[in-house]
């Protein structure tokens, strides 16, 4: 990030692009002018994405941290800007501002069973925090990765959680909301797969990421089975602008989701989540 | 399988968990144990109930048709979940066809007779009737959440 | 440095007469002098020429959603309260460039805005504009990141308090206490003296650049008389406020009554129209505009002032968060009032009344916290 203009993007070249579903998509991005360090960044932590002469949209980081020489996001072509950035091509120019924000607690989760529940494009901002804990997995517990999808088209990087599955061993739960007969898999919401896993409640992390509405009740099973808001963490989106605390539009209560977020440790906004029009 | 072995079982799943041993024991009476295919039929809409399986382990597949577009799988059940309510709900008809989606192991429960010991005593009524309201609440929820299309972003 | 060992006085009087030569002072020193002057019947903040441009006799009524002028029986320079601008559009500008952005054959380059503005004077700066000046010095200098626009046009900038002399309809700087006597955070202060045909300025000196200004003006000596004149000025207008806020406990009781009906009853009036954030001095809200030429090649993006009374405040891809008018209402007061308090470790309201004038229905920030504290809820907030 330029050190003394935190408001002037730095421009980036496209190396790659994928199509994952109808409607998300992968960018992999280097820096124009080289750059030896490539983009060291925290899992959980986002980038502002300008379209030249279009706008600009924070999209999280969905990459390795532990290889920082590219820069992925993964994201869903919803906005004039996305819908924009959806359709550059390798070798086209797009500006980037970040790292911003705070990040999963991967280090502090150590010695832990982590339990990640995650909803539609939620599994792009918690895909660093996971091979953040592959790269020494042998230091945390069970990790179990729960994620709910719209269908079964709708499923992200289902290549890599198969391998993942194997790899690191990682107890994945994958379900949809609804799916033809060819679908072998669940079918029902996520926050259903809560209540099935076995964990040490009193030794476990959770880490959440979707809609807000799956959030809160990801909540009400994780208190079910007796982990409590303090092991909680989520990641909250809201308008920006600025993403660096001037432009006032990401305000939640009295926080700021660029800087005090996205990733929140639940009991520090309990008492406002879930409160309409906050 | 025994009654011993059925009442082990039993004790051991979620949906009868604290449940008056007494009861438990009347209940088995009402139990056998049953296995299903990968692909096997269990039940189909319009059938009439007359059991539901407290499932030990596998997978089943609930499924609507909807005309032309086919049948959509609205849920599937697994490990610790319990398989149907109809029984207990006049006219007694499956509302949905069920299916193993693959090897299924269950318990089936006679919802006949079921249904006259709770006539007979309705504190064993009560103590099934409220597991049983408890799992409609949870799937009328999971519909409701279903039904919000959560992922789906795009305001329309 | 000990000023009076090097024989500069920090405190001298100044004639009416001579407050030109106070602008003349800041102009010869490269300062563009910035105060008051009527314009389209209200007082409002532009650039100065002579001490004439001031609004000279002249003061103002206000009261809920009304602003008059109206002509005094004397010749006081300042002998008014604040008007619907603040200092903020000189520091943070309602619309400013950020940077612009050239196609290359291949991909584009950004260039950065690099305008380096001359040196500012702000001269009749209130007591309650030097605490929002201070509140918006905290968002935009002293977190995490630096605003490079505020901090250009922030360093450098000279400022001349005046010490209130009449206080508005709608003024409770001293609930609040941010007045009506500038502190601190001032290079020189002035109190405007009238007393039995006299006319003149005590002028006190806050910071070295004050002091060397103040060596330059023509002035007599401060005498005790002098300042006892001053003193009364600022304790008369400190005796009458037009408006009382209770702060005690404030932050945590609007936190903990989100869903008291007040909020309906307020949202019943409030037309969202932005006034109120438009005229305070520490909204610091922003959007930004990505702009392109009609070849497309060239790019430019703008910051502009923005408001949390609009619905596009809040969109995001689901829509927007806050559709009511009583959640945009209470966005802006819980976080003035409350929220600020945990996000910057002071009120955002500084007690300048502009919002409760400038509100077309009248609608009252104090009347609004005094509500919620006759009759709080039993629940809800913060445990």
């Known amino acids: 990030m330029n050190p003394v203009n935190p408001m002037l993007p730095e421009v980036f070249k496209i190396r790659r692009s994928a199509q994952n579903t109808e409607d998300v998509f992968t960018l992999e991005l280097e820096r124009k002018n080289g750059g030896g360090a490539g983009f060291p960044f925290k899992p959980g932590q986002f980038n502002m994405l300008?379209?030249?002469?279009?706008?600009?949209?924070?999209i999280s980081i969905s990459g390795d941290p532990t290889r920082p020489h590219s820069l992925v996001h993964t994201t869903r072509a919803v906005g004039t800007v996305t819908r924009t950035l959806c359709q550059l091509k390798p070798g086209d120019e797009m500006g980037v501002r970040g790292p911003f924000g705070t990040s999963w607690p991967v280090e502090e989760a150590e010695g832990n069973d982590i339990v990640i529940v995650t909803g539609g494009i939620g599994l792009a901002p918690l895909r660093p925090a996971l091979y953040q804990m592959f790269a020494r997995r042998e230091r945390y517990g069970k990790i179990y990765l729960l994620y709910g999808a719209r269908s079964p088209g709708d499923l992200l990087y289902m290549d890599e959680v198969g391998l993942w599955q194997h790899q690191y061993r990682i107890e994945t739960r994958v379900t949809v909301d609804a799916a033809r007969r060819d679908w072998?898999?669940?079918?029902?919401?996520?926050?259903?797969?809560?209540?099935?896993?076995?964990?040490?409640?009193?030794?476990?992390?959770?880490?959440?990421?979707?809609?807000?509405?799956?959030?809160?009740?990801?909540?009400?099973?994780?208190?079910?089975?007796?982990?409590?808001?303090?092991?909680?963490?989520?990641?909250?989106?809201?308008?920006?602008?600025?993403?660096?605390?001037?432009?006032?539009?990401?305000?939640?209560?009295?926080?700021?989701?660029?800087?005090?977020?996205?990733?929140?440790?639940?009991?520090?906004?309990?008492?406002?989540?879930?409160?309409?029009?906050? | 399988m025994e009654i011993d072995t059925l009442d082990r079982v039993l004790s051991q799943h979620p949906f009868f968990q604290s449940l008056d041993e007494g009861y438990r024991k009347l209940i088995v009476g009402c139990a056998s144990n049953v296995v299903f295919q990968a692909g096997?039929?269990?039940?189909?809409?319009?059938?009439?109930?007359?059991?539901?399986?407290?499932?030990?382990?596998?997978?089943?597949?609930?499924?609507?048709?909807?005309?032309?577009?086919?049948?959509?799988?609205?849920?599937?059940?697994?490990?610790?979940?319990?398989?149907?309510?109809?029984?207990?709900?006049?006219?007694?008809?499956?509302?949905?066809?069920?299916?193993?989606?693959?090897?299924?192991?269950?318990?089936?429960?006679?919802?006949?007779?079921?249904?006259?010991?709770?006539?007979?005593?309705?504190?064993?009524?009560?103590?099934?009737?409220?597991?049983?309201?408890?799992?409609?609440?949870?799937?009328?929820?999971?519909t409701r959440m279903q039904l919000m299309d959560v992922y789906g972003n795009v305001k329309h | 440095m000990d000023a009076t060992r090097r024989g500069i006085q920090t405190e001298i009087v100044l004639a009416a007469t001579d407050l030109d030569r106070l602008l003349l002072a800041l102009k010869e020193t490269g300062y563009r002098v910035y105060?008051?002057?009527?314009?389209?019947?209200?007082?409002?903040?532009?650039?100065?020429?002579?001490?004439?441009?001031?609004?000279?006799?002249?003061?103002?009524?206000?009261?809920?959603?009304?602003?008059r002028l109206k002509k005094r029986d004397d010749a006081a320079?300042?002998?008014?309260?604040?008007?619907?601008?603040?200092?903020?559009?000189?520091?943070?500008?309602?619309?400013?460039?950020?940077?612009?952005?050239?196609?290359?054959?291949?991909?584009?380059?950004?260039?950065?805005?690099?305008?380096?503005?001359?040196?500012?004077?702000?001269?009749?700066?209130r007591a309650c504009e030097l605490a929002a000046l201070g509140i918006q010095d905290r968002v935009f200098l002293q977190g995490s990141f630096v605003d490079p626009v505020y901090r250009s046009r922030r360093d450098g900038l000279f400022v001349v308090a005046v010490n209130c002399s009449v206080a508005g309809g709608t003024c409770f700087c001293v609930s609040m206490n941010t007045g009506p006597k500038a502190e601190s955070g001032f290079d020189l202060s002035l109190t405007e003296v009238l007393k039995n045909g006299d006319h003149y300025f005590l002028v006190s000196a806050g910071s070295e650049p004050g002091r060397e200004m103040l060596a330059r003006l023509p002035q007599r000596p401060a005498e005790t008389e002098h300042r006892q004149s001053a003193a009364a000025v600022v304790e008369n207008t400190a005796a009458h406020m037009g408006r009382t806020l209770n702060t005690e406990g404030l932050p945590s009781l609007l936190a903990g009554n989100l869903d008291h009906p007040r909020w309906d009853e307020v949202a019943k009036r409030c037309l969202t129209c932005a006034n109120c954030t438009m005229v305070c001095?520490?909204?610091?809200?922003?959007?930004?505009?990505?702009?392109?030429?009609?070849?497309?090649?060239?790019?430019?993006?703008?910051?502009?002032?923005?408001?949390?009374?609009?619905?596009?405040?809040?969109?995001?891809?689901?829509?927007?968060?806050?559709?009511?008018?009583?959640?945009?209402?209470?966005?802006?007061?819980?976080?003035?009032?409350?929220?600020?308090?945990?996000?910057?470790?002071?009120?955002?309201?500084?007690?300048?009344?502009?919002?409760?004038?400038?509100?077309?229905?009248?609608?009252?920030?104090?009347?609004?916290?005094?509500?919620?504290?006759?009759?709080?809820?039993?629940?809800?907030?913060?445990p």
């Not at chain 1, 300008?50 to 924070?58: D, N, S, T």
């Not at chain 1, 992390?205 to 994780?222: H, K, Q």
């Not at chain 3, 409002?44 to 002579?50: K, M, R, S």
């Not at chain 3, 000279?56 to 009304?66: A, H, K, L, S, V």
């Open chain 1, 50 to 58: 300008y379209v030249f002469g279009v706008g600009e949209v924070p």
């Open chain 1, 184 to 278: 072998k898999g669940n079918v029902g919401v996520v926050t259903h797969l809560v209540g099935k896993i076995s964990i040490d409640p009193v030794h476990t992390m959770a880490f959440i990421c979707g809609p807000e509405i799956m959030m809160r009740f990801t909540r009400v099973e994780l208190t079910r089975i007796g982990v409590s808001p303090d092991r909680t963490f989520i990641s909250m989106e809201r308008n920006m602008k600025c993403a660096v605390g001037f432009c006032g539009h990401c305000q939640y209560g009295p926080h700021f989701i660029c800087k005090d977020g996205p990733v929140f440790r639940f009991d520090r906004i309990q008492n406002i989540f879930g409160r309409r029009e906050i």
């Open chain 2, 40 to 142: 096997e039929i269990i039940f189909r809409e319009g059938e009439s109930a007359d059991h539901f399986y407290i499932i030990r382990h596998g997978r089943v597949a609930l499924e609507m048709h909807n005309g032309g577009k086919g049948p959509i799988i609205v849920e599937t059940l697994g490990e610790g979940d319990v398989l149907g309510w109809s029984w207990l709900v006049p006219p007694y008809h499956w509302r949905f066809d069920a299916h193993a989606v693959e090897l299924t192991r269950a318990i089936a429960l006679d919802g006949q007779c079921l249904r006259k010991k709770c006539y007979e005593d309705h504190s064993l009524g009560y103590e099934l009737l409220m597991r049983i309201v408890n799992l409609i609440a949870e799937r009328l929820h999971a």
């Open chain 3, 35 to 67: 105060g008051p002057t009527v314009e389209d019947q209200a007082i409002v903040y532009g650039e100065l020429d002579t001490a004439a441009d001031l609004p000279r006799g002249w003061t103002d009524e206000q009261d809920g959603g009304i602003y």
């Open chain 3, 77 to 125: 320079f300042f002998g008014f309260a604040v008007g619907p601008h603040s200092w903020k559009k000189y520091l943070f500008p309602p619309e400013v460039k950020l940077w612009s952005a050239h196609a290359k054959a291949k991909g584009f380059e950004i260039e950065e805005e690099t305008a380096n503005p001359q040196k500012m004077a702000f001269l009749g700066v």
């Open chain 3, 281 to 382: 001095p520490t909204c610091f809200c922003s959007t930004v505009e990505d702009v392109t030429d009609l070849s497309g090649d060239h790019a430019e993006r703008w910051r502009k002032w923005d408001s949390c009374f609009t619905m596009e405040f809040s969109y995001i891809a689901q829509g927007s968060l806050r559709s009511s008018a009583r959640s945009r209402y209470r966005q802006w007061m819980t976080h003035k009032l409350s929220t600020w308090h945990d996000q910057f470790g002071s009120s955002g309201c500084v007690g300048c009344g502009r919002c409760i004038t400038w509100c077309p229905e009248g609608i009252d920030i104090t009347e609004e916290a005094k509500a919620i504290r006759e009759a709080p809820q039993k629940t809800g907030g913060k």
